[in-house]
């Protein structure tokens, strides 16, 4: 079993729905990135949470560390939102820190 | 303000040859960070440095090194290549890193014949 696990792998959408991406992890974090990669590889980082939820425009991200539990939501999509997010876990903080990826959630908002 | 560089874009090889990728970090970023993206495996962690020291290294064999220079550019280093080494190397740099947000280039796709 991966330490990090996204869901769903695949997710098709129409323009305006509310998506919601899931990130469960299995050890111990001290924080979770949300990670956007558009096709040719281009890769944003969107969010750097360690507790709670934080918001940007129309996304937002919560974690609940109790149950080792993120999701990242869409609002009012669009298919300019159509990319690859990434949830990726740090296992320790300071400089000698373990990075782990999950393997992406392949987002489509069609028009 | 300029973004983080990589270059080349684009790069074939063939299994046994060397090659060294290039990342130029948004100026005034101290740490360059390398990952290895490939379809089976996803993004993994290759190694982090700052201030021209290595400070973090994912599970990767020496075949991987790197090295920073004294503005900050880095440059990875891969020898005797492998057809699994075929993936997309991005570069990430922040100001102070750690596992601190980063900014990230557009990768360098490595295609090993």
């Known amino acids: 079993k991966n330490e990090v696990e996204q869901s769903p792998q695949n997710l098709t959408a129409q323009e305006g729905e509310f998506i919601t991406i899931n990130c469960s992890y299995s050890v111990g974090i001290s924080a979770l990135h949300w990670l956007q990669q558009h096709p040719g590889g281009g890769i944003v980082s969107l969010f750097m949470l360690s507790s709670g939820k934080k918001k940007h425009g129309r996304l937002i991200a919560t974690i609940n560390i109790q149950e080792k539990h993120s999701s990242l939501h869409i609002t009012a999509s669009h298919p300019r939102d159509s990319a690859v997010y990434i949830c990726?876990?740090?296992?320790?903080?300071?400089?000698?820190?373990?990075?782990?990826f999950g393997k992406g959630t392949l987002l489509t908002v069609n028009p | 303000k300029a973004g983080v560089t990589q270059t080349p874009r684009y790069l074939i090889k063939t299994r046994g040859q060397q090659v060294t990728l290039s990342c130029s970090p948004i100026s005034g970023h101290r740490s360059v960070s390398w990952y290895q993206q490939t379809p089976g495996q996803g993004l993994q962690f290759l190694f982090e440095?700052?201030?021209?020291?290595?400070?973090n290294k994912g599970n990767f064999p020496g075949r991987f090194s790197g090295r920073q220079f004294s503005n900050s550019r880095s440059e990875m280093n891969v020898s005797t290549l492998e057809l699994g080494d075929s993936a997309l190397y991005l570069c990430?740099?922040?100001?102070?890193?750690?596992?601190?947000?980063?900014?990230f280039g557009d990768g360098t796709r490595l295609s090993i014949l």
């Open positions: 990430a740099s922040s100001r102070i890193g750690g596992a601190q947000p980063q900014h």
């Open positions: 990726a876990v740090i296992n320790s903080g300071g400089s000698n820190y373990k990075l782990t």
């Open positions: 440095y700052f201030s021209e020291t290595q400070r």
